[in-house]
Nanobody
Framework: QVQLVESGGGLVQAGGSLRLSCAAT????????MGWYRQAPGKQRELVAT???????TYGDSVKGRFTISRDGAKNTVYLQMNSLKPEDTAVYYC?????????WGQGTQVTVSS
């Protein structure tokens, strides 16, 4: 069982930056992959970014070049640096950790980008 605690969400103006954190209760190198998804009102949950235990990263098309996922193994934490934020980035952001075959989810953190 992996518990995930997210932090760092909030309100920011368009063009601004935020950094989300996701702390895991299990060493992240024993987790197959971690990542971030987001869900806006009335929309399906979509991929934002993932990072595997080997360090390979994947990004959703809408965030490529603006968002960066990274990790700190000593802190069992994964980060999502979000730059050049747009109003359409407004959503609840969820951290996920995959320990095959299970996917674990955090409680979500709200990100609101004002125009």
């Amino acid at each position: 069982q992996v518990q995930l605690v997210e932090s760092g969400g909030g309100l920011v103006q368009a063009g601004g930056s935020l950094r989300l954190s996701c702390a895991a209760t299990k060493t992240i190198f024993s987790i197959n992959a971690m990542g971030w998804y987001r869900q806006a009102p009335g929309k399906q949950r979509e991929l934002v970014a993932t990072i595997t235990s080997g360090g390979n990263t994947t990004y959703g098309d809408s965030v490529k070049g603006r968002f960066t996922i990274s990790r700190d193994g000593a802190k069992n934490t994964v980060y999502l640096q979000m730059n050049s934020l747009k109003p359409e980035d407004t959503a609840v952001y969820y951290c996920t950790a995959v320990v095959f075959p299970m996917a674990h989810w955090g409680q979500g953190t709200q990100v609101t980008v004002s125009s």
